[in-house]
């Protein structure tokens, strides 16, 4: 039998998620896969920011955190404002002011990348900057994000209103807060919005191609100013998104809420094979199944090593990542 | 008058000019060559005309037009399609999805077209699903004139085509090149390959260090001994 190197990663994988389901506690597996969908949010942002203008985004944590605060105060100050408290639907703490605000959400943040790629990346790519020097900015961009934030809404920690709400119990003593699953489920509607959104959509497909091929695309007429700013627009709300969601389901949200999980985002990325959209939902998957597994034996506060060790192994058996091509 | 009227182009990256006072006519319908040595700046004046360059001084006219410093996207909206020597597909994406960006870009009917295209290259229908980065050499430029040749463009430029191809399939590229050319479509090609090239061009031009050399109908430039000395090889 011959096994390709990588292919040890998934062997590895599975057993160790056979044992855990069967000695282990199937809840944090489930809960962690719940959790993936919710990095794969930024991880996907991250890969394609990283496809088309090839550098890292250091910001897309912050954004997430940014995102989760805008949500906050559209459903706290402004719904609030209006009237338009709606109480918990079914079994989950939210109700429908939060499943609203998380579009408007999106399109605010949205909006905010794509000016902050006029006012910053884009004069730095019209100069020819390398790209770490962008990447470098960005961890800027990450800061200033952050300071604002800290500024608007201050460094204690900030609630969505929320009702408790009874765990779902499921064989095994499996038990999971509806709410991850419900949160999920969006999660993962949203990545396929954006695998279809770039297989049959024409800008979808422009993005691809840039990816691809720079200077062909250019050459064959495509007008990349355009596929970035849909690289941005895809990337600012699925990282919006992704922080309410984060935020919803910790509870809690803080100015550091974000930049806590920018490095098991990262770690996906990387995982997956950068640039590669699927790479990077399969690739946030394992790191959160993984992170949360790991707290049946580890203190929480190792999560980020776990997710940090997967990745160097990761980068030591096959550099381009599980879905990476090598050249 | 010219369907493309290149006048004394200056252009480089940089600081470092390449181009010095580079002049090309291409008439309508004709093949036009561009041959000479290594790194006398044939891809580059090419990529000057497509846009992807700036000209530091000149001018360049299409179909009496302006075009000069013009972005790519005006170049392919004006009709002008630009084979690059490499990487001239999109490895990741399949074959019927290198055909059909033309399509999106110029808002065309692409199922039409396709089938129109297909029929001038029949090897591709049957690997449209596929990857175009698992093709063959030959059948990558197959597919790179195919994803040029679906938009119906009046001009078609080409680097190299032949480049890193066995010699039977650079002839079959040279035959499919004629006959491009036959069915009404102006081009202008560089090739290594000059004896080949010349023997099928209306005009050549010989370009050196950047510079206009000789310039002569494809006959004329194959039996000049000053290009058969240069240019051509020594021996046959
Ligand atoms: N991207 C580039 N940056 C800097 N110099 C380049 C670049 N591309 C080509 N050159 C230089 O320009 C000169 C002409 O190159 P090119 O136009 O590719 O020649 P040819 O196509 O005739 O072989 C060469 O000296 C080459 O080194
Ligand atoms: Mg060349």
């Given at each position: 039998m011959n096994i390709k190197n990588y292919d040890y990663f998934w062997v590895i994988f599975i057993i160790a998620l056979s044992a855990l389901i069967i000695f282990g506690q199937p809840s944090l597996i489930i809960n962690g896969l719940l959790l993936g969908f919710i990095y794969s949010l930024g991880a996907i942002g991250l890969t394609l920011v990283f496809g088309i203008l090839?550098?890292?985004?250091?910001?897309q944590g912050d954004l997430m955190t940014l995102g989760g605060y805008i949500s906050l105060t559209i459903v706290t100050v402004i719904f609030a404002g209006i009237g338009f408290t709606g109480s918990a639907l079914g079994?989950?703490?939210?109700?429908?002011p939060i499943v609203l605000a998380i579009p408007l959400t999106m399109l605010l943040t949205s909006i905010i990348v794509v000016i902050l790629d006029q006012l910053i990346y884009k004069r730095l790519r019209t100069r020819q900057a390398s790209t770490m020097l962008i990447s470098i900015a960005s961890l800027g961009v990450a800061i200033m994000i952050r300071g604002l934030v800290q500024f608007l809404w201050g460094n204690e920690p900030e609630y969505f209103p929320r009702e408790s709400k009874q765990f779902y119990m499921l064989p095994l003593d499996i038990r999971i807060p509806p709410d991850n699953v419900i949160l999920g489920l969006m999660a993962v509607l949203m990545t396929l919005g954006v695998y279809l959104f770039l297989k049959y959509n024409k800008y979808g497909k422009f993005m691809r191609a840039t990816a691809n091929n720079p200077n062909l695309s250019l050459s064959t007429g495509i007008n990349t100013s355009i596929v970035i700013m849909w690289t941005w627009i895809i990337s600012g709300s699925l990282a919006a998104a992704g922080g309410t969601m984060l935020a919803v389901s910790q509870a809690q949200i803080l100015p550091m809420t974000g930049w806590k999980i920018l490095l098991p985002i990262f770690a996906s990325v990387i995982l997956g094979g950068i640039g590669k959209p699927i790479g990077a939902l399969v690739g946030a998957i394992i790191i959160g199944i993984s992170m949360e597994a790991s707290t049946a034996w580890l203190n929480p506060t190792y999560k980020p090593a776990v997710a940090f060790t997967i990745m160097i192994a990761m980068l030591l058996v096959?550099?381009?990542?599980?879905?990476g091509e090598k050249d | 008058m010219a369907l493309l009227d290149v006048q004394n182009i200056n252009a480089g990256y940089g600081e470092t000019e390449?181009?010095?006072s580079v002049s090309i006519q291409v008439n309508e319908g004709n093949l036009v060559a561009i041959i000479g040595p290594n790194g006398s700046g044939k891809s580059t004046l090419l990529k000057v005309i497509v846009g992807l360059l700036e000209a530091k001084k000149g001018n360049i006219e299409f179909m009496a037009d302006s075009i000069t410093n013009s972005s790519p996207q005006k170049i392919v909206e004006l009709g002008i399609s630009y084979v690059p020597q490499a990487e001239n597909v999109f490895t990741n994406m399949t074959i019927k999805e290198n055909l059909e960006i033309p399509s999106l870009v110029l808002k065309f009917n692409f199922k039409k077209r396709l089938e129109e295209i297909l029929e001038l290259f029949p090897i591709l229908d049957t690997k449209m699903n596929t990857k175009a980065g698992t093709l063959s050499g030959g059948q990558r430029q197959t597919l790179a004139f195919a994803k040029a040749l679906i938009s119906k463009p009046s001009l078609m430029i080409l680097d190299e085509?032949?480049?890193?191809?066995s010699p039977i399939m650079a002839d079959s590229t040279f035959e499919t090149i004629e006959s491009i050319n036959k069915s009404g479509v102006t081009i202008l090609i560089v090739e290594q390959n000059a004896k080949k090239i010349l023997s099928i061009a209306d005009r050549g031009y010989v370009l050196a260090t950047g510079e206009n050399k000789i310039d002569d109908t494809g006959l004329n430039l194959l039996t000049n001994p000053d290009v058969g000395m240069l240019y051509l090889g020594g021996s046959n």
């Open positions: 090839r550098f890292g985004n250091f910001a079994p989950f703490t939210f109700g429908l096959k550099p381009n990542g599980l879905f | 390449i181009l010095h085509p032949s480049a890193g191809l």
